[in-house]
Antibody
Framework: EVQLVESGGGLVQPGGSLRLSCAAS????????MSWIRQAPGKGLEWVAN????????YYVDSVKGRFTISRDNPKNSLYLQMNSLRGEDTAVYYC?????????WGQGTLVTVSS | IVLTQSPATLSSSPGERATLSCRAS??????LAWYQQKPGQAPRLLIY???NRATGIPARFSGSGSGTDFTLTISSLEPEDFAVYYC??????????FGQGTRLEIK
């Protein structure tokens, strides 16, 4: 079964940092683009970042450029999102997803709350 | 590219046909996908490349369109179909963008 399991969310103060992890299983992780997508409470979906199979290309939405870093460890079948200088507007459920053209499957999400 | 979904809310009854629209601010060719999200759950892929059903998706779901105008049709609504639906494009990226969603509610 293809599965993505996120971890690392929590409550953090504005200006703080957090690292999200995603454990992948059931497919050849190194063969796929991977992405992070977030959803603020009661709002729609926003693509955050993605990374090519070998990690050689990374792309970000403008609002997180310079603050977030996406990375992957193919031997460990893991995807990461390092989030620095966090702001209130970064509060959201963060989903780990497989794919580039479309996203399937989705993890269950991990909640990040930025508040003092 | 901005994706605009309409209507924002659609009220329908089980057994009825539902038609959801997604319009792109410029052509996305057929690089369009549709997702369903139920409360408290992660989104689920329904349709990719505008008209291809994802694995395990019932045949009552169909997608059509190309360029700037796309439609998701549910031929006969089942009780479990009432949810929020999003379209998504990756034709001209970054960024990859989503529509704002259409809420399909029971009349």
């Amino acid at each position: 079964e293809v599965q993505l399991v996120e971890s690392g969310g929590g409550l953090v103060q504005p200006g703080g940092s957090l690292r999200l992890s995603c454990a992948a299983s059931g497919f050849i992780f190194s063969s796929f683009w991977m992405s992070w997508i977030r959803q603020a409470p009661g709002k729609g979906l926003e693509w955050v970042a993605n990374i090519k199979q070998d990690g050689s290309e990374k792309y970000y939405v403008d609002s997180v450029k310079g603050r977030f870093t996406i990375s992957r460890d193919n031997p460990k079948n893991s995807l990461y999102l390092q989030m620095n200088s966090l702001r209130g507007e970064d509060t959201a459920v963060y989903y780990c997803v497989r794919g580039l053209n479309w996203f399937d499957p989705w993890g269950q999400g991990t909640l990040v709350t930025v508040s003092s | 590219i901005v994706l605009t979904q309409s209507p924002a809310t659609l009220s329908s009854s089980p057994g009825e046909r539902a038609t959801l629209s997604c319009r792109a601010s410029q052509s996305v060719s057929n690089y369009l996908a549709w997702y369903q999200q139920k409360p408290g759950q992660a989104p689920r892929l329904l349709i990719y490349d505008a008209s291809n059903r994802a694995t395990g998706i019932p045949a009552r779901f169909s997608g059509s369109g190309s360029g700037t105008d796309f439609t998701l049709t549910i031929s006969s609504l089942e009780p479990e179909d009432f949810a929020v639906y999003y379209c998504q494009q990756r034709s001209n990226w970054p960024p990859i963008t989503f529509g704002q969603g259409t809420r399909l509610e029971i009349k």
